[in-house]
T-cell receptor, first 114, second 116 residues
Framework: NAGVTQTPKFRVLKTGQSMTLLCAQDMNHEYMYWYRQDPGMGLRLIHYSVGEGTTAKGEVPDGYNVSRLKKQNFLLGLESAAPSQTSVYFC?????????????FGPGTRLTVT | SQELEQSPQSLIVQEGKNLTINCTSSKTLYGLYWYKQKYGEGLIFLMMLQKGGEEKSHEKITAKLDEKKQQSSLHITASQPSHAGIYLCGADTSENYGGSQGNLIFGKGTKLSVKP
């Protein structure tokens, strides 16, 4: 069981370039999430998905798009990268239980936009 | 909107000492999660609390949710270097089961250092 994996681990982009971050989970979880973590700002939700083919906006969705074509994958796209998008990006997945939503996190992608 | 405030922001303790981290909400907490993050890594789930007055323990870590469900504390007994990291609390944004769809909000974290 690999859990939640993220590709790539590190990336440097120039302003205006585009890229896609891939998140994959092998736990058959329905829910998947993309967060960004910035110093002093904590963890903020960008987009999330409650099932294959569905996506929803989180707290800070501007400048990002997502797709969930397969249950196990959740893609985060940056169409035109900006320096403000320099951050560490975390993907997470969870299932719904009587006890709430225990989220499993990936190791993160460190993105720098110059 | 709901906000979570964690205190202290950072903490340095001597190995073997006890410590407490607090998480205070501006609104009622319907599900409170504690996570630990090692530097440069993802978050690891520690515990989840739902009921007022609830208390859970795992090894040397105890988490409590107060009766009014607006504050949670995380207590570490006899701290060890392996406890070092960033502790984050997260909360469900909906009182209805399934309403938040796992859409959690997080505090900014408490950075814990343990001196050997």
């Amino acid at each position: 069981n690999a859990g939640v994996t993220q590709t790539p681990k590190f990336r440097v982009l120039k302003t205006g370039q585009s890229m896609t971050l891939l998140c994959a989970q092998d736990m058959n979880h329905e829910y998947m999430y993309w967060y960004r973590q910035d110093p002093g700002m904590g963890l903020r939700l960008i987009h999330y998905s409650v099932g294959e083919g569905t996506t929803a906006k989180g707290e800070v969705p501007d400048g990002y798009n997502v797709s969930r074509l397969k249950k196990q994958n959740f893609l985060l796209g940056l169409e035109s990268a900006a320096p403000s998008q320099t951050s560490v990006y975390f993907c997470a997945s969870s299932y719904s239980s009587l006890w709430g939503y225990e989220q499993y996190f990936g190791p993160g992608t460190r993105l720098t936009v110059t | 909107s709901q906000e979570l405030e964690q205190s202290p922001q950072s903490l340095i303790v001597q190995e073997g000492k006890n410590l407490t981290i607090n998480c205070t909400s501006s609104k009622t907490l319907y599900g409170l999660y504690w996570y630990k993050q090692k530097y440069g890594e993802g978050l690891i789930f520690l515990m989840m609390l739902q009921k007022g007055g609830e208390e859970k323990s795992h090894e040397k870590i105890t988490a409590k949710l107060d009766e009014k469900k607006q504050q949670s504390s995380l207590h570490i007994t006899a701290s060890q270097p392996s406890h070092a990291g960033i502790y984050l609390c997260g909360a469900d944004t909906s009182e209805n089961y399934g309403g938040s769809q796992g859409n959690l909000i997080f505090g900014k974290g408490t950075k814990l250092s343990v001196k050997p």
